[in-house]
């Protein structure tokens, strides 16, 4: 039976505690949090868990064999760094850290210690996503031209990181994932419009070696909820939709044609839409289930197996080299970063 223990019991912290109570190959013995009213409440639905305001009794404990950390950003590589220095294997969420150095720290201690990194990067674990990517893998949309993300709401809105390292992070592990690269540079333009120098909304251009354009759109001043993305490929479109639970992914077999089918004068609004293949709409069955119970499953298997997870620290790492850029590139007026 795996150990776990939880720091943080805040917005998504009492669902990490859910799915890991809820494996019946592990159990939360102690979670920790500033409040006392959250504690309190967490004993209210696990009374069999040891509650405390001391982070530093949870990663020091010796009845807990993993740390999840699920505290604001700043937070995040002491916790983390405090936990495998004390031989735990640790779960972060997004983003692993707030800077690339301390990144490559947590990546370099994990390794010599030998023990389980990974960071919440859940969409690695949605169903329709994976599914985008066996297309992918497959050749269904051949080469990738570009792909559009957008990842909007109204709030909310954090005082401790901007919207790029809010909701971006996670748009960023997709697009490494189905891509299977970084990119190569970054640019970034935004607004700071609640709490100067916190951008509330990022416009972001990502370009990886194949040639392939990311352009990200986040904000927490939108009136819609949206989390859009749309994959431009040589054979084929299609679309990602996480807010429409039964039909998130649709398959459009739309493209260019490679060849002229008509005329090589084209003076009619009819001759011009010859030369564009607009097909089928293939709409795959796809389970959602709830990614985070998979990977919070995931952890587990990978600390008892000595697997190495989807989510590693080095795909933090690469995240937070794409969100440093960004950053980097918003303080720049929107001048191209390389990474």
């Known amino acids: 039976m795996l150990r776990i223990g ?55 404990a010796s009845d807990v064999d993993a740390v ?13 760094a405090k936990a495998l220095e004390n031989g735990k294997h640790a779960l972060v969420e997004k983003p692993i850290t707030a800077s690339v150095a301390d990144a490559e720290k947590l990546c370099e201690q994990a390794e010599r210690r030998d023990l389980v990194l990974m960071v919440g990067h859940v969409f ?27 990842r909007t709401n109204l709030g909310p809105i954090r005082v401790d990181v901007n919207a790029a390292w809010d909701l971006a992070a996670h748009d960023i592990s997709i697009a490494n994932y189905w891509i299977g690269a970084e990119p190569i540079d970054v640019s970034a333009v ?10 509330d909304a990022v416009f972001a251009t990502m370009r990886y070696p194949s040639g392939v354009l990311v352009n990200l ?15 431009a490929g040589e054979k084929a479109m299609l679309t990602f939709d996480d807010m429409n639970i039964t039909e998130p ?10 060849t002229l089918t008509t005329a090589s004068y084209v003076d009619s609004f009819a001759s011009f839409r010859s030369v564009v293949r607009d097909g089928d709409v293939t709409i795959p069955k796809v389970s959602m289930g709830e ?13 008892r197996e000595g697997k190495t997870p989807l989510a590693d620290g080095q795909n933090g790492l ?22």
């Not at 690695?124 to 993300?149: H, P, Q, T």
């Open 249 to 258: 992914v649709r398959v459009y077999d739309k493209r260019v044609t490679d």
């Open 217 to 231: 759109h986040v904000s927490w001043l939108n009136p819609r909820k949206a989390r859009d993305i749309t994959v």
């Open 124 to 150: 690695l674990f949605n169903a329709g996503v994976r599914r985008v990517k066996e297309y992918i893998e497959e050749g269904v949309v051949g080469d990738i031209y570009y792909v559009s993300m957008v």
């Open 6 to 60: 939880v720091i943080g019991a805040g917005h998504w912290g009492p669902n990490l505690i859910r799915n890991f109570q809820d494996d019946r190959d592990c159990q939360v013995v102690r979670v920790a949090d500033t409040s006392q009213k959250r504690l309190t409440m967490v004993s209210e639905r696990f009374p069999e868990v040891k509650v405390s305001t001391s982070a530093e009794e949870v990663v020091s």
């Open 318 to 339: 690469a995240v937070v080299r794409a969100l440093e850029a960004m950053q980097k590139s918003l303080e720049a007026g929107g001048a191209r970063q390389p990474l």
């Open 68 to 80: 999840v950390v699920t505290t604001p950003t700043k937070t995040h590589y002491d916790l983390a």
């Open 190 to 199: 935004g607004g700071s419009w609640v709490n100067e120098g916190i951008a």
């Open 291 to 303: 990614p985070l119970r998979d990977e919070c499953r995931h952890f587990v298997e990978c600390i």
